[in-house]
Antibody, heavy 117, light 111 residues
C-alpha cells in the first residue's frame, strides 16, 4: 500500500525558511514523478512543484519560482521542498503526491505551514 | 480566479444523480489534456476519483463516472449517498501556463 508522510511544517516569520519532507513507502519511489500541492486555509488546491524520477528536471508554479526548491533522495525514498523567503500567502497545508498520467494519484496527509509574525 | 470553472455547489437527495461541470479552454482541456477529478472530505487529504477523463482507480465505486467534450469535462455521481458529501475538484494541465491547474471546487450536499 502506498504511504506518503509529510513533515517539517510549522510557524515561521515572513522572510524565513522551512524545509518540508515526504517519506514514501509501498511503491518503487524512483520510478515516479512526484509533486507538491498546497491548499490555503478554506481555499482550493494549487500545484506548487514537481520533479522527475531521477531528480534532474524540476518545474514550479510562477509564484514560488526562485524561492522554493524541490528535490528528492531516491536512496531514502524521500521528497523535499526547501522554502525560502516565505510570505504570508504561502500559508497552506502542503501535500506531497505521486504523479502519473498528468494527475495526482496518491496523497499524503499534509503538513501545515503558517507564515506569520 | 481559477483557470477551470466549476459551480460552487450542487445538491441532491439520496439516490439521485448529480453532475459537476468543469469548463476549461483551448490551452487545457480543449488542447487534449485530460481532465481528472478529486474528492476531498473536509479535514482530510484529496483522493483521486477519476483520471484520464473517465478512468476510476481501484476501489472507487462505479457510481462515479467522468466524461469530456470539447473544452469541458463532467463528473457524475449516481445513486447519491450521504458519504458523498464532500468537495470535488477538477484538474488538468495548461500549456499556456505550463502548470497543472485545478478548478475552485464544488461542494456536494446530500439533502
Amino acid at each position: 500500500e502506498v504511504h506518503l508522510v509529510e513533515s517539517g511544517g510549522g510557524l515561521v516569520q515572513p522572510g524565513g525558511s522551512l524545509r518540508l519532507s515526504c517519506a514514501a513507502s509501498g511503491f518503487i519511489f524512483s520510478n515516479y514523478w512526484m509533486s507538491w500541492v498546497r491548499q490555503a486555509p478554506g481555499k482550493g488546491l494549487e500545484w506548487v512543484a514537481n520533479i522527475e524520477p531521477v531528480g534532474r528536471d524540476k518545474y514550479y508554479v510562477d509564484s514560488v519560482m526562485g524561492r522554493f526548491t524541490i528535490s528528492r533522495d531516491n536512496a531514502m525514498n524521500s521528497l523535499y521542498l526547501q522554502m525560502n523567503s516565505l510570505r504570508a500567502e504561502d500559508t497552506a497545508v502542503y501535500y506531497c503526491a505521486t504523479q502519473a498520467y498528468y494527475s495526482f494519484h496518491h496523497w499524503g496527509q499534509g503538513t501545515l505551514v503558517t507564515v506569520s509574525s | 480566479q481559477s483557470v477551470l470553472t466549476q459551480p460552487p455547489s450542487v445538491s441532491g437527495a439520496p439516490g439521485q444523480r448529480v453532475t459537476i461541470s468543469c469548463t476549461g479552454s483551448s490551452s487545457n482541456i480543449g488542447a487534449h489534456y485530460d481532465a481528472h477529478w478529486y474528492q476531498q472530505i473536509p479535514g482530510t487529504a484529496p483522493k483521486l476519483l477519476i483520471y484520464g477523463n473517465n478512468n476510476r482507480p481501484s476501489g472507487v465505486p462505479d457510481r462515479f463516472s467522468g466524461s469530456k467534450s470539447g473544452t469541458s469535462a463532467s463528473l457524475a455521481i449516481s445513486g447519491l449517498q450521504a458519504e458523498d458529501e464532500a468537495d470535488y475538484y477538477c484538474q488538468s494541465y495548461d500549456s499556456s501556463l505550463t502548470n497543472f491547474v485545478f478548478g475552485a471546487g464544488t461542494k456536494v450536499t446530500v439533502l
